[in-house]
């Protein structure tokens, strides 16, 4: 059985996201948008969405985007410092992550939750951003690797207004084993990461 549908802190998850569901939908009106056809195809098994970052509220909208999945999100360890905050991010199954001193524990705890078929969702520039997308950290690609699991590309424009919709775009899976015919070197995992910040600025003309 799918490790999704047994872990007891899922009751949490579901909760919120449930009950944010309708307003969300109604204030936001989300419009999702594809690279092709192919990129449409639902999310089977565990996968990395590696998305842009240039708000708080990004975990949200990637709810949107893959609404028919639960997600763990990758973020700061600062965020499970308080009590109440760390029972929280704990209970929406968050992954931290020490961006100051980085170590072996969070690449083995996400890929641990690939294998065991979750989606895990990361923003790789490592920080929020505007304007170009900026390089992409190799971390996300030793993942992909050492899992096994695509790597689903996703771009959100946020709402700048109120009355904006927010666009999300998405894009077709990479397979790093496939594309590197085996475990890639430094060099190759380089390579993947900028043709990864490459598509998100394709998907970003995209998200119009």
């Known amino acids: ?39 449409r195809n639902r999310i089977r098994g565990g996968a990395l969405i590696a998305s842009n970052h240039s708000s708080h509220m990004d975990p949200v909208y990637l709810q949107f985007a893959v609404g028919y999945r639960r997600q763990r999100f990758v973020c700061m360890k600062e965020f499970f410092e308080g009590p109440v905050s760390r029972w929280f991010f704990t209970h929406f199954l968050c992954i931290p992550v020490d961006r100051e001193n980085a170590s072996m524990k969070t690449v083995h705890e996400v890929v641990d939750a690939l294998r065991e078929g979750w989606i895990v969702s990361i923003f790789p520039e490592g920080h929020i951003t505007q304007g170009e997308t900026e390089m992409f950290k190799t971390g996300i690609i030793l993942m992909a690797s050492q899992s096994e699991c695509p790597i689903i590309p996703v771009y959100i ?21 496939r594309t590197c015919v085996g475990k ?20 970003k003309m995209l998200c119009k």
């Open 184 to 203: 890639p070197n430094l060099r190759q995992m380089r390579e993947i990461s900028e043709m990864l910040r490459e598509k998100e600025e394709r998907l």
């Open 1 to 39: 059985m799918s490790h999704n549908l047994i872990m007891p802190q899922c009751w949490f998850f579901d909760f919120v996201k449930i009950t944010a569901a309708i307003p969300g939908l109604i204030w936001l009106r989300p419009k999702l948008q594809y690279e092709s056809s192919h990129a």
């Open 157 to 177: 424009r946020r709402p700048e207004r109120w009355w904006n919709r927010l666009r999300v775009c998405i894009g077709e899976p990479i397979d790093v084993i």
